[in-house]
């Protein structure tokens, strides 16, 4: 009788990141040219334990001229939806995938556009999970900072956020998620989340764009995705 061997790999994240109680706890960075670029990408790791309040909320905002911002990732209360969105002349578009996340436990999102071939795609771990092409969207200058859990309604970790000024490829995606490498092209912030206390999250990215803590709690213990193999 042979036994078949259930083997375990686990992809530590580099820090365990910060816990938002969903009520009044948010993080700010300030505006950076770096996050107003015609190209782009935004991936977090996140653990939602709930959504609250209605309709849209914000887990992380860049902000533009028009109505406070123009790149948003977004879950919806009470959490079963996953939105990437932009502004549009005129109005907001954006793409989605359906999924309860507050059930999800530790997962991955990035979310990319491409101006040169007018591109936007969500992935989940790794996976793309929506893509639109043939928009254009609305880029103007802004003073307003950079937010992560903007309508403070958002309860759960938030770890490793990152900002690229281009459009990271499918391959490179996959990559970050299941390794962890740091890609540095194109790399314009590293909130890691290694500091545990006080009040500041140093940029790692090079380009000093901290970020200032308001009510959140670093979340000092590791933490792990499991993997079975």
Do not use: C
Not at 108 to 132: D, F, Q
Not at 159 to 174: C, F, K, P
């Amino acid at each position: 009788m042979s036994v078949r061997r259930v083997l375990t790999a686990s992809r530590v994240l580099r820090t365990g990141g910060l816990s938002f109680d969903g009520v009044d706890d948010y993080a700010s960075v300030s505006d950076s040219p770096y996050f107003r670029g015609s190209e782009l990408t935004i991936m977090a790791w996140v653990n939602i334990a709930a959504v609250r309040g209605s309709g849209w909320q914000f887990l992380i905002s860049i902000p533009f001229s028009y109505n406070s911002y123009g790149w948003a990732l977004i879950i919806t209360a009470p959490g079963t939806q996953v939105l990437f969105t932009w502004h549009w002349t005129g109005g907001h578009k954006g793409i989605f995938w359906y999924e309860d996340v507050t059930k999800a436990g530790w997962i991955n999102i990035a979310v990319t556009y491409s101006e040169s071939n007018a591109t936007a795609a969500i992935y989940r771990n790794g996976v793309l999970m929506s893509s639109v092409t043939g928009i254009t969207p609305y880029v103007k200058p802004s003073s307003s900072p950079l937010t992560i859990n903007f309508f403070k309604s958002i309860k759960g970790l938030i770890g490793e956020v990152r900002i690229y000024n281009r459009a990271l490829t499918q391959d490179e995606i996959s990559r970050i998620y299941n390794t962890g490498e740091i890609i540095r092209d194109g790399l314009v912030l590293l909130l890691d989340f290694s500091e545990y206390e006080g009040s500041t999250a140093y940029d790692k990215s090079g380009y000093g764009n901290n970020g200032t803590i308001y009510g959140a709690q670093w979340v000092i213990k590791k933490a792990k995705r499991v993997v079975s193999i």
